[in-house]
């Protein structure tokens, strides 16, 4: 079993940054890619961004060039560097976690962990 902890969200303006925090307990085994998605009432989940254990990371065409991950494996936590936010950015982030490596497309059916998810919110 994995467990996953979002916070860092919240209100912020357009142009602005947020860093999105993970902690991860567990199997580690089964953390060997970590992931964010975000998801809009309504809406499917999207994958944002991926890092695995050989540190490969993957981006969704949409926010590539203004997100960053980085996984910390001392402190067992993902990060997600937000800049530059849009309102379209708006929506609920989840931490997502399983075994194996990233893959360019980052679909929510390769994840088997998820957290609660923490909210962004980009007003214009």
């Known amino acids: 079993q994995v467990q996953l902890v979002e916070s860092g969200g919240g209100s912020v303006p357009a142009g602005g940054s947020l860093t999105l925090s993970c902690v991860a307990s567990g199997n580690a085994y089964a953390r060997g890619k970590m992931a964010w998605f975000r998801q809009v009432p309504g809406n499917e989940r999207e994958g944002v961004a991926c890092v695995d254990n050989e540190e490969r990371t993957f981006y969704g065409a949409s926010v590539e060039g203004r997100f960053t991950v980085h996984k910390d494996r001392a402190k067992n936590t993902l990060y997600l560097q937000i800049n530059a936010l849009k309102p379209e950015d708006t929506a609920m982030y989840y931490c997502?976690?399983?075994?194996?490596?990233?893959?360019?497309?980052?679909?929510?059916?390769?994840?088997?962990?998820w957290g609660q998810g923490t909210q962004v919110t980009v007003s214009s």
């Open positions: 997502a976690a399983d075994s194996g490596y990233c893959s360019s497309a980052l679909r929510e059916r390769e994840f088997t962990y």
